[in-house]
């Protein structure tokens, strides 16, 4: 396992943007599945973005073409740029990490500590 760090929420207008960041510990980050999560109260914790080592990226359906993933390996950190904000977008977002091929509830498997995300006017 890794120790991830979250930062860059907080309270933000319809429409406009926010960048997370994740931080990871460790000297592994460059081979993890690197993916931001997200949950609002009273619903299961749904996938927002994932990033593979090699760059290739995975989207949910609702933030498509609003959401961009990135990942620096050199500096252990992956960021989630939000932009278009919904006011549906608001939930608690967490960073995750795994060693690629196994399942996101393996006890190899990495939380964040997760950050608040709220858009409204």
């Known amino acids: 396992q890794v120790q991830l760090v979250e930062s860059g929420g907080g309270l933000v207008q319809p429409g406009g943007s926010l960048r997370l960041s994740c931080v990871a510990s460790g000297s592994i980050f460059s081979i993890l599945l690197m993916g931001w999560y997200r949950q609002v109260p009273g619903k299961q914790r749904e996938l927002v973005a994932e990033?593979?080592?090699?760059?290739?990226?995975n989207y949910a359906d609702s933030v498509k073409g609003r959401f961009t993933i990135s990942r620096d390996n050199s500096k252990n950190t992956v960021w989630l740029q939000m932009d278009s904000l919904k006011s549906m977008d608001t939930a608690v977002y967490y960073c995750?990490?795994?060693?690629?091929?196994?399942?996101?509830?393996?006890?190899?498997?990495?939380w964040g500590q997760g950050i608040q995300v709220t858009v409204s006017s």
């Open positions: 990033i593979r080592s090699g760059g290739t990226t």
């Open positions: 995750h990490a795994r060693p690629p091929g196994l399942p996101i509830e393996s006890p190899y498997a990495s």
